[in-house]
T-cell receptor, first 111, second 113 residues
Framework: SQQGEEDPQALSIQEGENATMNCSYK?????LQWYRQNSGRGLVHLIL?????REKHSGRLRVTLDTSKKSSSLLITASRAADTASYFC???????????FGAGTRLTVKP | GAGVSQSPRYKVAKRGQDVALRCDPI?????LFWYQQALGQGPEFLTY????????KSGLPSDRFFAERPEGSVSTLKIQRTQQEDSAVYLC???????????FGEGSRLTVL
């Protein structure tokens, strides 16, 4: 069963615009991670945020975590055509180290 | 090795055949995960190993699915008497320790005819 749900399911923007994707989850967690997947490839880790952190940055990526709302957001600033991919959030459970993924947001960045 | 390696990359099986999918994790990685990914969907958890111990197999869809990691390194996912609904990409991931980032292989795409 999937722990997280991403929103929106699909997002299409122009190059240079910002892209925001949201993730909601169901149970308490230790950490939340975001991954990227290009078509036909494996997933690549982007960023990890721990349950006691509220915001984290990595290059053009900004992740926020609101444990009271059980939600996270991923912001990609100044998007590029190469950012076109599916983006997934993944969470572990506070008492279990399994990593469970959501259904993903498919991002298309038009040049 | 440089990354997680999965084989075969592509497998076509006739319904009823048994298949075995192999995962070579990054050397020294303690945790190993198997996921099933249908087209356009997110990875669905199948099972998780910590070294050779299978700590969670709650995601295996039926008793036709079996996974092992006998020496705490290479893992094999076996599917017996394959059915059409087993067609999917099977992803393997490893991490150095629990709670850290996962490194994924490229996946094994299984097509059951």
């Amino acid at each position: 069963s999937q722990q997280g749900e991403e929103d929106p399911q699909a997002l299409s923007i122009q190059e240079g615009e910002n892209a925001t994707m949201n993730c909601s989850y169901k149970t308490s967690i230790n950490n939340l991670q975001w991954y990227r997947q290009n078509s036909g490839r494996g997933l690549v880790h982007l960023i990890l945020i721990r349950s006691n952190e509220r915001e984290k940055h990595s290059g053009r990526l900004r992740v926020t975590l609101d444990t009271s709302k059980k939600s996270s957001s991923l912001l990609i600033t100044a998007s590029r055509a190469a950012d076109t991919a599916s983006y997934f959030c993944a969470t572990d459970l506070w008492n279990n180290n399994d990593m469970r993924f959501g259904a993903g947001t498919r991002l298309t960045v038009k040049p | 090795g440089a990354g997680v390696s999965q084989s075969p990359r592509y497998k076509v099986a006739k319904r009823g055949q048994d298949v075995a999918l192999r995962c070579d994790p990054i050397s020294g990685h303690v945790s190993l995960f198997w996921y099933q990914q249908a087209l356009g969907q997110g990875p669905e958890f199948l099972t998780y190993f910590q070294n050779e111990a299978q700590l969670d197999k709650s995601g295996l869809p039926s008793d036709r699915f079996f996974a092992e990691r006998p020496e705490g390194s290479v893992s094999t996912l076996k599917i017996q008497r394959t059915q059409q609904e087993d067609s999917a990409v099977y992803l393997c991931a490893s991490s150095l320790l629990e709670g850290l980032e996962l490194f994924f292989g490229e996946g094994s795409r299984l097509t059951v005819l």
